[in-house]
């Protein structure tokens, strides 16, 4: 399987080689593949120097597999053109998760929309990604009405210049900026820009994404997403309202049993899912399970992922591994 990781030299890059190493892909060839400015540079991969090289190199080469982490932007002009050599991208960006030519997969939730003619495939906003994973198996069970979500955003979902500004404002250097504010000791009501309706990118996009990997527009969601001085992890305060009334044991019993899905949830030892322990891992981590008292058939959970892995890195890579075994590549 010759494998074009393209923006190699990226923080979700850079995970995804972690990751490919981790799971033993099957490469038989992998391209490193990044801008210009970093064409020539040597990443390592399983103890062997890569040289990374640029796009249409890469292209050229007619991989079987891209897997895009580069932008939004390089993805909508370079993902058609690996695509027409009849390479399979996998793309992390916004670019296509709402085109509706495209699929939107979570592999453990709708892998089985995917067919041979799927040569763009969008991976999920990191957010949505751990949302969808706690709230498919409930749907399924008590069918949703309403989500509410509140989020609350490591600094790794920006990029490596908050991570820095992070870490300078920690050690009280002064430094770059990636927000308008600082945020250490802060908490920022603003991810992604703001659109004309008072909300921002990152709240739209977990408002429209879970309809379409869910196939169903018949919930409705709302969302308020936050920025927090945590490294990494993204944690999620989530309220869902059913049609259907459940059993809080068998809310547990359901997320337990679905793949992926991790619940911590003991109270007598103040076992809850966190960013620190989510850390490195693939899971989806769901605590805080409980009946909100306020509304019928409504129930409250925390929901916790390293958004650099499933939320990113991971996903993409098993929306490879699903096509692998199911030979449409």
Request: with cysteine; net charge neutral.
């Amino acid at each position: 399987m010759k494998v074009a990781v393209v923006g190699a030299t990226g923080m979700v890059g850079n995970v995804m080689l972690q990751v490919l190493a981790e799971r033993n892909f099957p490469i038989t060839e992998l391209l490193l593949v990044a801008s210009e400015r970093s064409v020539g540079k040597q990443l390592d991969y399983k103890g062997k120097k890569y040289t990374v090289m640029g796009l249409q190199d890469a292209v050229d080469a007619r991989p079987d597999i891209a897997l895009f982490s580069a932008g939004g932007t390089t993805s909508e002009i370079w993902a058609p053109k690996f695509a027409e050599v009849g390479t399979t991208v996998v793309d992390n960006s916004s670019a296509w998760r709402m085109d509706p030519t495209k699929k939107l997969v979570v592999p453990e939730i709708n892998g089985d929309v995917l067919t041979k003619a799927d040569k763009i495939i969008a991976n999920p906003n990191c957010s949505t990604i751990q949302l969808v994973m706690a709230l498919a198996p409930l749907h399924k069970k008590y069918k949703m009405k309403r989500v509410v979500i509140s989020t609350y955003q490591s600094v790794s979902g920006t990029g490596v210049k908050a991570v820095q500004q992070l870490e300078n404002e920690s050690k009280g250097i002064k430094g770059e900026m990636a927000y308008h504010y600082p945020i250490n000791r802060n908490a920022i009501p603003q991810c992604d820009v703001f659109l004309e309706n008072g909300y921002t990118k990152e709240e739209m996009k977990l408002v429209k994404e879970p309809k379409k990997i869910l196939n169903d527009d018949t919930f409705s969601v709302t969302a308020t997403a936050v920025r927090i001085p945590t490294a990494g992890g993204h944690s999620e305060a989530v309220n869902v309202q059913f049609e259907h009334d459940f059993d809080l044991g068998e809310v547990r019993k359901l997320l337990s049993e679905t793949p992926g899905v991790v619940v911590q949830d003991n109270l007598d030892t103040n076992t809850y899912p966190m960013p620190v322990y989510a850390h490195g891992k693939d899971e989806v981590f769901v605590g805080r399970i409980r009946r909100d008292e306020s509304q019928q058939n409504t129930l409250n959970m925390w929901i916790v992922a390293d958004n650099l892995r499933k939320g990113a890195a991971t996903n993409t890579i098993q929306i490879a591994e699903y096509l692998i075994a199911n030979k449409l590549v």
